[in-house]
C-alpha cells in the first residue's frame, strides 16, 4: 500500500502560481497511474489531472486544461502540480492518488491530509 503526503498549498493572489508535491512511500510508485484530485468545502471530490507511470501522457479536467502541469519523478518517488493563472474558484484542498489503469479518475484507496489552496481575488 503506497502512503502519500501532499505539500505545497498556500494563499495565492489570483493570477498567481503554485507547485504541488505528492511524495510517495511504500509501493511501486514507478508503476502507478497517478492523479491529482480536489474538494471544496461541502463538496464531493473532483478530478484535477492524471499522469501514467512513464509521465508520457497526461489527463486533464477541462477546468484546468492550460494553466495546470501534472509531471512525475520516478526516481524521487513524487508527483507534481504546476499551477499557473489561478483563480479564485481553484480554491480547495489537493489531494493525490494511485488512480485505476482503466480509469484515471478513479483513486483506489483513500484520502491523505491533502494541501490546502485559498486563491484571493
Known amino acids: 500500500q503506497v502512503q502519500l503526503v501532499e505539500s505545497g498549498g498556500r494563499l495565492v493572489q489570483a493570477g498567481g502560481s503554485l507547485r504541488l508535491s505528492c511524495a510517495a512511500s511504500?509501493?511501486?510508485?514507478?508503476?502507478?497511474?497517478m492523479g491529482w484530485f480536489r474538494q471544496t468545502s461541502g463538496k464531493d471530490f473532483e478530478f484535477v489531472a492524471a499522469?501514467?507511470?512513464?509521465?508520457?501522457?497526461?489527463s486533464y479536467a477541462d477546468s484546468v486544461k492550460g494553466r495546470f502541469t501534472i509531471s512525475r519523478d520516478n526516481r524521487e518517488s513524487t508527483l507534481y502540480l504546476r499551477m499557473n493563472m489561478l483563480r479564485p474558484e481553484d480554491t480547495a484542498t489537493y489531494y493525490c492518488?494511485?488512480?485505476?489503469?482503466?480509469?484515471?479518475?478513479?483513486?483506489?484507496?483513500?484520502w491523505g491530509q491533502g494541501t490546502q489552496v485559498t486563491v484571493s481575488s
Open positions: 492518488a494511485r488512480t485505476a489503469v482503466n480509469n484515471w479518475s478513479r483513486p483506489l484507496h483513500s
Open positions: 511504500g509501493g511501486t510508485f514507478s508503476a502507478y497511474v
Open positions: 499522469i501514467n507511470p512513464s509521465g508520457g501522457a497526461t
